[in-house]
């Protein structure tokens, strides 16, 4: 009983549990650390018996678009590709606020996303629509024991951070300090909008959660198999327009692979890159800075 808690509560221990199991496949699913993820999609069901108000859905909306930013600005074209320098203050914020998408910690997805450019639409792919199947790429992988290891030779440079490391670590708890934090936010604006600390939590926590889930995991899947591929890369990424729109940009997924380097990866004026608007906005006050920009050379490269 013990190790179960400690298993469900602690990633270091969980990662050093797997790693003592034997013959490990690639497809071995710890099953009770699949009920979260399968509770977070039946209590966002429940919402369609709460009354319908727009404060909730506006909820839903901002707290979709604010960690939609966190996981791609932050999660991904700063942890994972270093595309531009922050503090270290601003580099813990958005890692707390990206961990509460309940994607994990920093760490381990900027780890896995690493190894999955290195090894796109190959063998070593965790996630890949072409090695696996469509389900698997989508949100089969990262349930699988093997892949909730961090391959720490990917991240040296992060787990020199111990605030990063306790994100990952307790990866739990930024999810469940915003869902306090949703449930006093409905209950202030209780009186004046009709809803409820309950009501405000099924709708900014499970609901907008389900969404972001979705969304980025279709750049695993869908970014992989349809759209148009401007660039002759190495694998099938490809840039698709609906993904990018829902995403803030990271549909230009064939773009991002051509160049992974860029922290714009809507490369022509026309691709709609809301990320990259809003890390540019945010270099106005130096709170970001040292972006780095695809060149012109390299933009029309193969085009």
């Not at 440079?157 to 936010?185: H, M, Q």
Request: charged residues 15%; glycine residues 4%; contains cysteine.
């Amino acid at each position: 009983m013990k190790n179960f808690f400690l298993k469900i509560f602690d990633n270091h221990f969980a990662e050093h549990y797997y790693k003592s199991e034997k013959n490990l496949s690639d497809e071995s699913i710890d099953w009770l650390r699949v009920v979260p993820f399968i509770a977070i999609h039946i209590i966002a069901l429940t919402a369609i018996w709460i009354k319908f108000e727009w404060a909730l859905l506006a909820a839903a909306l901002g707290f979709f678009a604010l960690r939609m930013f966190a996981i791609t600005g932050f999660y991904h074209r700063y942890f994972s590709h270093k595309t531009f320098k922050t503090s270290r203050l601003v580099q813990f914020l958005f890692a707390f606020i990206g961990a509460t998408a309940a994607q994990r910690g920093p760490i381990w997805w900027a780890s896995h996303h690493r190894r999955h450019h290195l090894n796109s639409d190959q063998k070593n792919d965790h996630h890949s629509p072409h090695v696996h199947h469509f389900l698997w790429s989508h949100m089969g992988w990262f349930l699988a024991k093997r892949n909730f290891l961090t391959d720490r030779k990917y991240v040296k440079d992060l787990i020199k951070f111990k605030e990063l490391i306790w994100i990952d670590r307790f990866d739990w708890l930024p999810p469940l300090v915003f869902i306090v934090f949703l449930y006093f936010l409905g209950e202030y604006f209780n009186s004046a909008y009709q809803i409820s600390g309950i009501s405000m939590i099924i709708w900014g926590f499970f609901v907008s959660t389900v969404c972001v889930y979705h969304c980025t995991f279709a750049v695993n899947s869908i970014a992989h198999i349809w759209g148009k591929q401007r660039y002759q890369t190495k694998e099938k990424s490809k840039n698709n327009f609906l993904i990018a729109l829902l995403t803030f940009g990271e549909g230009w997924h064939n773009n991002h692979h051509h160049f992974p380097g860029s922290i714009r990866q809507g490369f022509y004026w026309w691709e709609i890159d809301f990320t990259f608007y809003g890390l540019k906005f945010l270099s106005l006050f130096g709170i970001v800075y040292n972006l780095r920009t695809v060149s012109k050379s390299i933009k029309q490269k193969h085009s």
